[in-house]
């Protein structure tokens, strides 16, 4: 089994894991999952970063809601009344995403809609946040930078 990190800080508790799917191109993939769950009254959200390890062609954007589904199974379980309807989603790219780096980091809010079946969501309603937006939203969590994360995992 996956391991899981637990970080509590004055700004939120985040949950930390690898979330791993069959992509709907027909491949295993990846990606970094992190559940927030912020001390003010702010609603939990769910980031699901982009990882280089991650085959290219199965990234988290062309298959979110599959990615998402996996990701609500493994970290819901951790916060015991979690609302599916109150959690925000959100993908995270960057220099973390590709073995050949190209961009700055992003933080792309994700639209999903949630019933019986699990997640389910097109490209409607996304909303790529500025880079001073997703800077603003990282730091109110208090996120460690992805491959920070990555090495504490590899090593837990």
């Not at 912020?38 to 980031?47: G, S």
């Not at 309807?85 to 961009?103: C, E, L, Q, V």
């Not at 019986?116 to 946040?129: N, P, R």
Request: proline letters at 9%.
């Amino acid at each position: 089994m996956l391991p899981f990190l637990t970080d509590i800080t004055p700004r939120a508790v985040i949950h930390t894991t690898i979330v791993s799917w069959h992509h709907a191109l027909h491949g295993d993939a990846s990606c970094l999952g992190r559940l927030i769950v912020p001390t003010n009254a702010t609603a939990p959200a769910i980031v699901l970063s982009e990882i280089a390890e991650n085959p290219t062609a199965l990234g988290i954007s062309s298959d979110f809601p599959a990615a998402a589904n996996s990701a609500w199974a493994r970290l819901a379980p951790l916060r015991p009344g979690l609302d599916p309807a109150a959690t925000t989603w959100y993908a995270h790219h960057g220099p973390f995403s590709s073995w050949d780096p190209t961009g700055p980091e992003t933080l792309t809010q994700v639209a999903l809609l949630h019933d019986h079946a699990g997640f389910h969501g097109d490209l409607e309603g996304h909303q790529l946040l500025s880079a001073p937006q997703a800077q603003k939203v990282l730091e109110s969590w208090g996120l460690e930078p992805v491959s920070a994360a990555l090495s504490r995992l590899e090593r837990a």
